[in-house]
C-alpha cells in the first residue's frame, strides 16, 4: 500500500498584509508567538500548545483577541510555554478543515507571520479558499512536497548559522525572483556580508548532504 501524498503549504503575510487579524497585535506585546502542536479542536478554535517569547512578562496578563490561555506550563524571565484555545478566525476555520493541519515552525513575530499547513492536495485547496476569504489575497504561498523549513534539517545546523538561514528565509532570499541580497540579510542582523555567505554555504551543503544521504 503506498503511502498518501501529503503536501506543505507555506503562507507568509506582512504586518501590513495581515493588519486586521487579532494575531498580529500580538507583535505589539511579544518577540515571537509560535505554534508548536495541536492537542484538539475546539469550539472556540484550536486547542494548541505555543510558545510566547517577551521582554516584560507582565504581557501574559493581558487579554488577548487571538488566544485564551487555559495554564502556563513553565515560565522564564523571558519566554513562556503555554497551554492555549487560538480563537481568532484563522484558527476557527482551520479547526473545521479536514484533512489539512497547522505544523511547525507556524509564528507570528515583529515583520508578520508564517503559517505551514501540511494536507491532501484537495485540502490544501480547500485551506488556500478560507485563507482567501479571511484574508483576499494579501499573502505569500509556497507549495511542495518538503518543507523549506523542516525542522529536522534546521537542527542539524550551529546556532549562528541557523540564525542567518532563518533570517535569509524570512526576508525572501530563496524567493524566486529573490526577495533580498546577502548585503540586506548582513545589514539586518549588523554582519559582515562575508559571513553571511560563509554561514549560508555551510548550512546548504549540510542540508543537501542531510538530504541526499537519508536513507
Known amino acids: ?10 503562507v507568509t ?3 501590513e498584509e495581515g493588519a486586521h487579524l487579532p494575531g498580529f497585535s500580538l507583535t505589539n506585546d511579544f518577540l515571537k508567538v509560535e505554534y508548536l502542536t495541536k492537542i484538539g479542536d475546539d469550539a472556540k478554535g484550536v486547542h494548541a500548545i505555543i510558545q510566547l517569547e517577551y521582554e516584560d512578562p507582565k504581557v501574559l496578563n493581558k487579554p488577548q483577541g487571538a488566544y485564551e490561555i487555559i495554564r502556563i506550563l513553565e515560565q522564564s524571565s523571558t519566554a513562556a510555554l503555554c497551554e492555549i484555545i487560538a480563537t481568532g478566525p484563522l484558527a476557527k476555520a482551520f479547526s473545521t478543515l479536514q484533512h489539512a493541519w497547522w ?5 507570528v513575530h515583529p515583520t508578520g507571520m508564517l503559517i505551514t499547513i501540511r494536507g491532501t492536495k484537495d485540502a490544501l485547496k480547500n485551506a488556500r479558499r478560507v485563507l482567501s476569504e479571511i484574508v483576499g489575497d494579501n499573502f505569500k504561498m509556497k507549495l511542495g512536497g518538503e518543507s523549506l523549513y523542516n525542522p529536522e534539517f534546521i537542527d542539524l545546523l550551529p546556532k549562528r548559522q ?5 533570517k535569509a528565509i524570512e526576508l525572501g532570499y530563496y524567493d524566486r525572483p529573490r526577495g533580498c541580497t546577502q548585503r540586506h540579510i548582513a545589514d539586518s542582523l549588523d554582519i559582515k556580508q562575508a559571513t553571511v555567505s560563509e554561514h549560508l554555504q555551510s548550512a546548504e551543503a ?5 538530504f541526499t544521504t537519508e536513507v
Open 162 to 166: 541557523r540564525v542567518v538561514l532563518d
Open 103 to 107: 505544523v511547525p515552525p507556524t509564528y
Open 206 to 210: 549540510i542540508i543537501i548532504h542531510a
Open 1 to 10: 500500500m503506498g503511502a498518501v501524498d501529503l503536501r506543505y503549504m507555506q
Open 13 to 15: 503575510f506582512t504586518v
